[in-house]
């Protein structure tokens, strides 16, 4: 089983600032996949990235980028330069052996 | 455009009603899953179907029952639900079942929000 904590409820932001949303999880497995989702008002989830837990070279993907360091367990997303359209509810999730475990969520509010 | 194709977005029904929600993916992926979820809560597993057999029961309630006619298809038959049933259901798809090995990320529909009567 595993487990994953976001700690942020909501964070807002004026557009063009830089956001980072915080995921840490705890697991007993020693191989893992952790994932980030986008949840717009929409409801449908997006899925944004996807990291195995052998793998911790860390990316640029556009605006998107992310931060896995397995010595603390943390695996922490940030949008660079916000926009309106990034406005929803991002989820950390962690998956072994078929179940995937979402975090709370991080409502991100980006104003104009 | 999302892939997972999920009907109806919508469905107010009575606690003696049945219905079933559909959901319907042609990216051949060989895993299903519904999930609910409910308002400002993360989505909760609550079946996982792998070439279509059931692989996962998230110890659902037998009023929901879910059925998988073949690889494309995921259906969610409901009856005698509760109000606290009410959420929105989230049906998703993946290349193989997540954990497996591979291309493992999950694509979810739009969901159907569902309120019970």
């Known amino acids: 089983a595993q487990k994953v904590t976001q700690a942020q409820t909501e964070i807002s932001v004026v557009e063009k600032e830089d956001v980072t949303l915080d995921c840490v999880y705890e697991?007993?497995?020693?191989?893992?996949?952790l994932f980030w989702y986008k949840q717009p008002p929409s409801g449908e989830l997006v899925f944004l990235i996807r990291?195995?837990?052998?793998?911790?070279q860390n990316e640029i993907s556009g605006r998107y980028s992310w931060n896995f360091q397995k010595s603390t367990s943390s695996f922490n997303f940030t949008i660079t330069a916000s926009q309106v359209v990034d406005s929803a509810v991002y989820f950390c999730?962690?998956?072994?052996?078929?179940?995937?475990?979402f975090g709370a969520g991080t409502q991100v509010v980006v104003t104009p | 455009d999302t892939e997972v194709t999920q009907t109806p977005k919508h469905l107010v029904m009575g606690m003696t009603n049945k219905k079933s929600l559909k959901c319907e993916q042609h990216?051949?992926?060989?895993?299903m899953y519904w999930y609910k979820q409910k308002a400002k809560k993360p989505p909760e597993l609550m079946f996982v179907?792998?070439?279509?057999?059931?692989?996962i029961n998230e110890s659902v309630p037998s009023r929901f029952s879910p059925e998988c006619p073949n690889s494309s298809l995921l259906n969610l038959h409901l009856h005698a639900l509760q109000p606290e049933d009410s959420a929105l259901y989230l049906c998703?798809?993946?290349?193989?079942?997540?954990?497996?090995?591979?291309?493992?990320?999950?694509?979810f529909g739009q969901g159907t929000r569902l309120t019970v009567v």
């Open positions: 999730a962690a998956d072994s052996w078929g179940k995937l475990q």
């Open positions: 697991t007993r497995d020693t191989t893992y996949y």
């Open positions: 998703a798809s993946s290349q193989d079942a997540t954990g497996s090995a591979g291309n493992t990320e999950a694509f």
């Open positions: 990291r195995n837990s052998f793998d911790e």
């Open positions: 990216m051949g992926h060989r895993a």
């Open positions: 179907y792998s070439y279509e057999k059931l692989s």
